[in-house]
T-cell receptor
Framework: DQQVKQNSPSLSVQEGRISILNCDYT??????FLWYKKYPAEGPTFLIS?????DKNEDGRFTVFLNKSAKHLSLHIVPSQPGDSAVYFC????????????FGQGTRLTINP | DVKVTQSSRYLVKRTGEKVFLECVQD?????MFWYRQDPGLGLRLIYF???????EKGDIPEGYSVSREKKERFSLILESASTNQTSMYLC???????????FGAGSRLTVL
């Protein structure tokens, strides 16, 4: 029972273009969402988060959008750079600061020069 | 500047062996976690601990146990390793009330 789903295992984008990574969730109790980025042979690192009281959060080239009615969030990277090539995990929790996070399966993003 | 350290990056064990995976954090975080990462399945929580000697089961605790005798150290134990426990194991820590997990670099375990 996958409560957080990333339906695209991989995504390939040209350098300079926009990368859009998608995430769907089923548990209506989730109200805090995070994106993590993982390079090979390293642990995941935090990228950006959003609370359910917002529908958008921006940090430099990274923007996360939340559509609560659709139980969908997306991560936009503009412009995409080769260093953005990594696996991206979406995660959700029932409240901000909750100990338990539920992660999606991950999407491998490849930025082509 | 390493904050969560997993001492074994790569291990190869035989079926039935007892395996210890060690994790140490230097940030004085109350909460520590063990996840496993498998292709197509993402990160799944095995166990977590919110205080010394306290532990709670995550989503996939079967076949695993944990130990937290000191605040900075959280150990994952495979009593009798099996081939389906071949995976990448990730340790993480979290300050109570905070939102962001800090992960270690991972321990890749292969069980033959």
């Amino acid at each position: 029972d996958q409560q957080v789903k990333q339906n695209s295992p991989s995504l390939s984008v040209q350098e300079g273009r926009i990368s859009i990574l998608n995430c769907d969730y089923t548990n209506s109790m989730f109200d805090y969402f995070l994106w993590y980025k993982k390079y090979p042979a390293e642990g995941p690192t935090f990228l950006i988060s959003i609370s359910s009281i917002k529908d958008k959060n921006e940090d430099g080239r990274f923007t996360v959008f939340l559509n609560k009615s659709a139980k969908h969030l997306s991560l936009h990277i503009v412009p995409s750079q080769p260093g953005d090539s990594a696996v991206y995990f979406c995660a959700a929790s029932a409240r901000q600061g909750a100990q338990k996070l539920v992660f999606g399966q991950g999407t491998r993003l490849t930025i082509n020069p | 500047d390493v904050k969560v350290t997993q001492s074994s990056r790569y291990l190869v064990k035989r079926t039935g062996e007892k395996v210890f995976l060690e994790c140490v954090q230097d940030m004085d975080h109350e909460n520590m976690f063990w996840y496993r990462q498998d292709p197509g399945l993402g990160l799944r929580l095995i166990y977590f601990s919110y205080d010394v000697k306290m532990k709670e089961k995550g989503d996939i605790p079967e076949g695993y146990s944990v130990s937290r005798e000191k605040k900075e150290r959280f150990s994952l134990i495979l009593e009798s390793a099996s081939t389906n426990q071949t995976s990448m194991y990730l340790c993480a820590s979290l300050k109570s009330g905070a939102n962001v997990l800090t992960f270690g670099a991972g321990s890749r375990l292969t069980v033959l």
